[in-house]
C-alpha cells in the first residue's frame, strides 16, 4: 500500500531522519482474528516479522490509562494548555522523550503492559513457537 506523504516530507525521530520510501514505511496490515487464532499469528508473525491485533485490548480501558498519563503530562506542564490535556498536544518547544517514571505506580497503564491478558498472551505465543 502507497504511503501517500507528500515527497518533500521529512519524518524524524530524536532527531534522525526516518525512511520514508513505500517499501520502507506504510500502514500495518491489521489482523484483529489473530488474537483468537495461535496458529494465524505464529504465521503472520513469521510472514511479516509483526502482528497487529486492533481491539486486542478494550478500548475504554486504553483511554482511561492515556488519560491518567496526559494528566500527569499536563501538571508536569509538557502540554499546551489550550488544548484539553487528553489529546497529548505538547507545548511549543518542548523536546519530549521517553518517561518511564510516568508508568511506575499507575494501575491503568500496569493493567495493560503487566496484566493478565497480554501475559496470556505472550505465554501462548511464545511457548507454542
Same mark, same amino acid.
Given at each position: ?38 496458529? %494465524? @499469528? ?6 511479516? !516479522?509483526?502482528?497487529? #491485533? ?7 480501558? +486504553? *483511554? ?31 523536546? %519530549? @522523550? ?6 511506575? !505506580?499507575?494501575?491503568? #497503564? ?7 491478558? +497480554? *501475559? ?10
Amino acid at each position: 500500500m502507497k504511503n501517500n506523504l507528500p515527497t518533500d516530507f521529512k519524518l524524524t525521530s530524536l532527531g534522525y531522519e526516518i525512511d520514508t520510501n513505500p517499501d520502507k514505511f506504510g500502514f500495518l496490515n491489521a489482523t484483529p482474528e489473530a488474537a483468537h487464532d495461535l496458529e %494465524l @499469528t505464529h504465521q503472520l508473525f513469521e510472514e511479516q !516479522g509483526y502482528v497487529y #491485533i486492533p481491539g486486542f485490548f478494550d478500548r475504554q480501558q +486504553i *483511554l482511561e490509562a492515556r488519560h491518567t498519563l496526559t494528566s500527569m503530562l499536563a501538571k508536569e506542564d509538557l502540554l499546551d494548555p489550550n488544548f484539553p490535556h487528553w489529546e497529548g498536544v505538547a507545548r511549543e518547544g518542548q523536546k %519530549l @522523550t521517553m518517561k518511564a517514571d510516568l508508568a511506575n !505506580g499507575n494501575p491503568k #497503564i500496569q493493567n495493560i503492559v503487566y496484566g493478565e491478558k +497480554i *501475559l496470556k498472551f505472550y505465554e501462548d505465543f511464545f511457548n507454542r513457537m
